[in-house]
C-alpha cells in the first residue's frame, strides 16, 4: 500500500509505483502482490511511505532506486529491508487521519486535485504541485490528432450533464474545415445548490486554463472563453489573476513555451441565466444576442461563435483533462465502470451531516455518498429522496439508494447525473412541494421561445400550486404527466426537454404523497400550508411560552404554568412555534 | 518576465516545492486559512486576520500564513490547516478568533495538536 497523499506524491509516490510494478512483473509477481495506493498515513515528513500486507512493514523515504533491492529481498526472499524500514511513533495520534474520517474516505481527487493545498493566487504554487506540465508535454511532443484520441480513449465524458464523449466532440470540432475555431469553458453553473464550478475555479484556476490550452491544441483554436456568471465574484477574480500570471509567463499568447502554438482566453461575464447553461443559448449570449437555443444540427462543432467551429465543454470537464494527459489514457479508464470513466464531482446538500463538495470514483453508491460521506440524515431523521441533476434531474427513492452512480444508471431511474447537484431530503420534505420549487424555478427561466416549455411548465407549475394548495382534483396527475410529454416532445433544448423530470420522477416514486393532497387534502411531510394545521400537545407543552413570544400573528395564548393553545383562525402556518420548541410539543397535521 | 521555456516549468516547480515544503527549512510551520466563497461566508475572513495577527505577535519570521480555496467540507467552515515542520497537516473545523488564538499559542508555537477543535491529520488521497 503506497500512500498517495499530497506530500508523497510530490515526492514521487507515482515514480515508485511504477518501479515497483515493472519490478514485480519482472519476476511474474503481479498477480500475487497489489499495488494498492491509499490516502494519507500521516507520516508524511518520511514520505513516500509504503506499507506492506499482511505483516504490516513500514518503509520510509523511498526512492526509485531503492525499488530492485526491496523487491529481490523482501517479496522474493522474504526478508524485510531493514535499512528503509520505519517504527512509528507507539504514541496513539491524538486526532483520526484524515482516511479514517468518513467525509474523506471515500473521495478520490483528480478534477479537485489541488483544492485547498495551493493559494489559487499564485501560479507559482499550482506549477509545484505539476499545473502545465501536461501542457508542455502535450505542446511539445504530441500531435493534435493523439492528444485528441488520448482523451476519447480515456473515456472522459462531459461533466456538464449531457456526457457526451468529450474526445469525440474534440475530433469532431478539429475536422472542421477552416480557421478561427473557439473553445468554451462553461462556468455558467445555474443548478439551485451546485458549486462544484465555482469551487474549482476559485480554488484552482490554473487547471481549467491548462485543460483548455491542451484542448485548443487538439482542435487548431486561436482563442477561448470562459463563460461565468456575473454571481460568481471570488471565481472571476481568481480566474482573472490566473490568465494574467499565466500571460505573464508565456503559458498563454503567442508560441507558448516555444511550441509555435498561440492562444488566449477572455473571461465572458454571464448575467445569470439558467438557459446559458444551455451550449446553443451560451453562443449567442457571447455574440452578445439574447440567449436563445436553436435547433441542432448544426452542432457548436460545426457552427459555434460568430458561425466558426467551436467546442464547448464544462470547467470539471476541462480541469481533469490535464491529468488525463500527464497521467496517460489507460490510466484514467481504470477508474469507473464500463461506460462512465474517472470521478466525478458532487455538491452534496441538503439535509445530511456533512454538507461539501465530494469527488467520487463513477460506480460509487448513492448509499456510500450519502450515509458514509455525507455522514447520514440531519438528527437522524429518516432519508426520503435524493435529487440529483438540477430542475433537469429527478428525485431517486430510498429503494435505489444502492444506484451504482453513471450516466446510464441515473437516466435509467428517471434522472440525470447533470453537472453534479446532490440534493438530500428527508421525512419532512413534501415531495410535491419540491416539484413545485423546481417547477417555480424552471417557469421564471424559461427563456420563452418555445411555447411547450413557456406556457407548459408554467401550465404544470399552477396544476402543483393548486394541488398544494388544497385545490388538487381527480385528473390533475394524468394531466401533469400528458403535460410533461408535451414539453419534453416541444422544447428546442435541454431546459424545456428536461423540465418535467422533477414532476414525472415525483409522480413515479412518490405518487402516494400526490394522492394524499388531492384526496384527502393533506399534506403528510407536513409543509403545505393549506393543507395543515399546527396544534400543542398538552401533555409535552412546560409552558415556557417561548412560542408566545415568537409567533408572528400572536396567535398563541394561555395561562401561566399552564399547556398553550393556538388560535387557528390567526395562525398562518409559518411553522416558527414548532422550530422554536424545545419539547416537540407543536405538532403538524 | 520572460517567457518561460519548457524546462523553466521544472525549475520553478523544484524552487517553489522547497518553499512550500517545511521540511526543505522554508519555515518551521505553515498555517492555511481555506478561503473559497464558502468559507469566506462562513467566517473565514476575520479567522484570517486573526491568524495574521497571532503570527506577528509572535514575533517568528518562520512562521508562514497562507489562504487556499474551501476544502471541501463546507458544514465546518471556517477550516484552518496547520503544518508543522516534520509533521503530518493537521485540520481544524468551525473555527472562531478565539479558536484560532488557542490553536497558535498551543500547537503552532507549542507543538500539540489541541484536540477538541481538530478533525484530522494527514492529507486526502489525490490522484
Known sequence: MLC????????????????????????????????????CNGFCAQGPVMVVQPDNIFYQLLTVDDVPHLVEEHFLKGRPVEKLMYTPPAAEAPVPKMSEIGFFEKQRLIALRNRGLIDPEKI???????????????????????????VKASGLRGRGGAGFLTGLKWELTAKQPGNGKYIVCNADEGDPGAFMDRSIIESDPHAIIEGMVIGARAIGAGKGFAYVRYEYPLA???????????????????????????????IHRGAGAFVCGEETSLIRSLEGLPPEPRLRPPFPAESGVHGKPTCINNVE??????????????????????TSKGTKVF????????????????????????????????????FKAVQTGGPSGGCIPESLLDLPIDYERLAEVGSIMGSGGMIVMDEDNCMVDVARYFLEFLRSESCGKCTACREGVDAMYRIVTDICEGRGEPGQIEMLEELGEAVQDGSLCALG????????????????????????????????????????????????????????????????????????????????????????????? | MAKLKPEDLDKIARRMRKAMSLREGAGRAKVTVHMGTCGIAAGARPIMSAAMACADKAECDDLIVTASGCA??????????????????????????????????????????????ALALGSEQTL
Open chain 1, 4 to 39: 498517495a497523499g499530497t506530500g508523497c506524491v510530490s515526492n514521487g509516490t507515482f515514480r515508485i509505483k511504477e518501479a515497483l510494478e515493472a519490478e514485480l512483473a519482472k519476476h511474474d509477481l503481479q498477480d500475487e502482490i497489489a499495488v494498492v495506493l491509499t490516502g
Open chain 1, 124 to 150: 507559482d504554487e499550482a506549477i509545484a504541485r505539476g499545473a502545465y506540465r501536461a501542457m508542455a508535454k502535450a505542446l511539445l511532443s504530441m500531435a493534435p490528432a493523439e492528444i485528441a484520441a488520448t
Open chain 1, 236 to 266: 472571476l477574480e481568481r480566474l482573472e489573476k490566473a490568465l494574467e500570471q499565466a500571460r505573464e509567463y508565456g503559458l498563454l499568447g503567442t508560441d507558448i513555451l516555444g511550441s509555435g502554438f498561440d492562444f488566449d482566453i477572455s
Open chain 1, 317 to 338: 470537464t476541462w480541469a481533469t483533462v490535464p491529468v488525463i494527459i500527464d497521467r496517460g489514457a489507460e490510466w484514467f479508464s481504470q477508474i469507473g465502470t464500463e
Open chain 1, 347 to 382: 455538491a452534496l446538500v441538503g439535509k445530511v451531516k456533512n454538507t461539501g463538495l465530494v469527488e467520487v470514483p463513477m460506480g460509487i453508491t448513492l448509499r456510500e455518498i450519502i450515509f458514509d460521506i455525507g455522514g447520514g440524515i440531519e438528527k437522524d431523521k429518516a
Open chain 1, 497 to 589: 426537454g428536461t423540465a418535467p423530470n422533477p414532476v414525472l420522477s415525483t409522480l413515479r416514486y412518490f405518487k402516494d404523497e400526490y394522492d394524499a393532497h388531492i384526496q384527502e387534502k393533506r399534506c403528510p411531510a407536513g409543509v403545505c400550508r393549506a393543507l395543515i394545521t399546527y396544534t400543542i400537545d398538552p401533555d409535552k407543552c412546560k409552558a415556557c411560552r417561548v412560542c408566545v413570544k415568537k409567533c408572528p400573528q400572536e396567535a398563541i395564548s394561555g395561562e401561566k404554568k399552564q399547556p398553550q393553545v393556538i388560535d387557528q383562525d390567526k395562525c398562518i402556518q409559518c411553522g416558527v412555534c414548532r422550530d422554536v420548541c424545545k419539547f416537540e410539543a407543536v405538532l403538524v397535521q
Open chain 2, 72 to 117: 471541501g467540507l463546507c458544514s465546518n467552515e471556517p477550516m484552518m490547516t496547520v503544518e508543522l515542520v516534520g509533521e503530518a497537516p493537521v485540520k481544524y473545523i468551525d473555527l472562531t478568533v478565539e479558536k484560532v488564538e488557542r490553536i497558535f499559542a498551543e500547537h503552532v508555537l507549542g507543538g500539540q495538536i489541541v484536540t477538541e477543535f
